[in-house]
């Protein structure tokens, strides 16, 4: 009877955990641009010539699902929205590298620097972060260009100082690192693609569904009470035939 | 480790609950003289590694899918919308409103630091200066001489009246307005104020209509930025994610009850 009980924990295991990445996916779902996880359970068995009846329940994070989420205008000249499956380049926090986002609430740190919402730097063609120059006010147009207009001039035309390095995801490995951005495992950046188009004045919501999500987690709440139920009836078997050897 | 499912969705609850005391501050200002309405900026947690993907599950292969779980939401801060509000005649002569970027600098607490506003309402003291409605002087000051008639004031700030004994206008002052690169970074101390921080950058002043200020509209009073219907879609939004949140609470806790009773 261990051996069930054990195979039943590894499930119930599986089943919080399940409800981890469901909750996470609930509690994102007002961020910007934030890309739900989908889990999934792989049973893991042990080959050992008798009975294959021990799959341990191994689960995993599949990564993120890349559907495309709602757009609402804001009104904010320097929120994009982007079209179709392309990903803004943003420097990674730690300046190793770049991060692919959706999440296009943009503005201009003190310091110059075109930043996002959750304060990464934008990164340009050139790979490196768009600095506005200081004093000038910004504008961004369709193709991710930045135009930058010097208020002391305002009749001479806003002048393009870069344009946002925006990357096409297809055909590559894409996966959510352990802080929660999009990467190409194990390194490398995304091939730029010039024909991407985002729309300004608006922002790309969470795309995780409110119904179905809470579909899943009662389906998780379930699954967790059928292992529970598993383990008590494992142990009502044991006893049963601990009481059936003894002598009276 | 099993009631992390019931902290990841209690971040969710704090992070709806925060969002709909910003959404209420709005509302709440809704007829606020130069108010603009705060967005919250949403961030997602770190995640947790359990397994990274490539580490090997056998001597010859490896995981191709990693398990990160994540810990939640966090409210990163709150953004300042700063478009433009309505502008309303008033008919009061020293009703001003900024048509465009830039802030007007009042003296608080006199001697004290300078807040920056929009809120156009000035009145005059006693001994003719031009105040704010809780008293404290417009900057630079302007001094209104007694028994001024028609206060003119010009589109880039220029003061001028009618004095006793005069035919022609007499030129009191020019008033200035402050503009910063990254007004979003000013920090709201209420009462209508704003204080220069680290992120806004000093304050540069300058004439209105010059490098990109807005101008003075005399006689006019710009209404907050809040839209009525825009805040009521997104209270529901917030209550509602309140609502799943909770109800993720509560799924958990049946788990943990259920086990604690079956097992």
Partial sequence: MDRLIYTAMTAMNAAMDRQRVVANNLANASTPGFRQEIFAVTPATLQDGSLEARAMARGNVRGADMKAARVVPTGNPLDVALEGKALIAYQSPDRQGEIYSRRGDLRVATSGVLENGEGLAVLGEGGTPITVPPGFSISLAADGTVLASDPATPTAPAEAIDRIRLVNPEGSPLAKGIDSFLKVPGGGVLPPDPTARLTPGALEMSNVETADTLVQMIEAQRAFEQRAKIIATAGDLDEASSSLMTLR | ?263
């Fill in chain 2, 1 to 263: 480790m099993p009631t992390s499912a019931l902290h990841v969705a209690r971040t969710g609850l704090e992070a709806q609950d925060a969002r709909m005391r910003v959404i209420a501050n709005n509302l709440a200002n809704i007829g606020t003289t130069g108010f603009k309405r705060d967005r919250v900026d949403f961030a997602t947690l770190a995640y947790q590694e359990q397994r990274v993907a490539g580490q090997n599950s056998t001597g010859q292969t490896a995981f191709a899918v990693g398990l990160n779980l994540g810990t939640g939401v966090q409210v990163q801060g709150t953004t300042r919308i700063a478009t433009q509000g309505t502008l309303n005649a008033t008919g009061d002569v020293l009703d001003l409103a900024l048509d465009g970027d830039g802030f007007f600098q009042v003296e608080l607490p006199p001697g004290g630091q300078i807040g920056f506003t929009r809120a156009g309402n000035f009145t005059l003291s006693n001994d003719g200066t031009l105040i704010t409605s809780q008293g404290f002087a417009l900057q630079p000051p302007l001094q209104v001489p007694q028994g001024a008639q028609s206060i003119t004031i010009a589109p880039d700030g220029t003061v001028s009246a009618l004095t006793p004994g005069n035919a022609e206008p007499t030129l009191l002052g020019q008033l200035t307005v402050a503009s910063f690169v990254n007004p979003a970074g000013l920090r709201a101390i209420g009462d209508n104020f704003l204080v220069e921080t680290a992120a806004s950058g000093p304050a540069e002043l300058g004439f209105a209509g010059e490098n990109g200020r807005g101008q003075i509209r005399q006689g006019m009073l710009e209404q907050s930025n809040v839209n009525v219907v825009e805040e009521l879609v997104e209270m529901i939004e917030a209550q509602r994610a309140y609502e799943i949140n909770s109800k993720m609470v509560s799924a958990v806790d049946e788990m943990l009850r259920n086990a604690n009773q079956t097992l």
